[in-house]
């Protein structure tokens, strides 16, 4: 889908979200068969390392290009731990609000920097 920017009229490919949960379980069940990454993740993996700095990842996709268990992101989200992932997440008020959750993209690279 491409989207027009109103003030030059530059067209901007929007190809996200790469992964979702049930193509996440998918590539790692795929991973621990085979004991290497597929294809498919690495060229996933591939594209989130070209997009830009608005790009906002899924939890699903964070996990692809960290390498860590979309678990344990979830464990970093929670209240009162030091999250080293930072994400947004609209603000309910509620504990355990459902509300999605995104990795904007210039967050995550500037802590893969920092590490």
């Known amino acids: ?9 530059v067209q901007i490919e929007k190809l996200g979200p790469y992964c979702d ?13 085979t004991g290497k990454k597929p294809t498919q993740m690495v060229t996933i993996i591939k594209d989130l390392e070209q997009e ?5 990842m899924n939890e699903f996709e964070l996990s692809l290009l960290i390498g860590k ?8 989200r929670r209240p009162g731990v030091t999250h080293r992932w930072p994400f947004k997440k609209e603000d309910t ?7 999605p959750v995104t990795y904007p993209m210039k ?7 920092i590490s």
């Open 69 to 76: 268990d979309v678990n344990s992101l979830r464990n970093n």
């Open 1 to 9: 889908m491409a989207i027009a920017n109103q003030q030059n009229s």
């Open 107 to 113: 967050w995550i690279r500037d802590m893969l920097d």
């Open 52 to 56: 830009s700095n608005f790009y906002e």
């Open 21 to 33: 949960r049930n193509l996440y379980y998918q590539l790692l069940q795929e991973k621990s068969t």
């Open 93 to 99: 008020g509620k504990d355990n609000s459902k509300s």
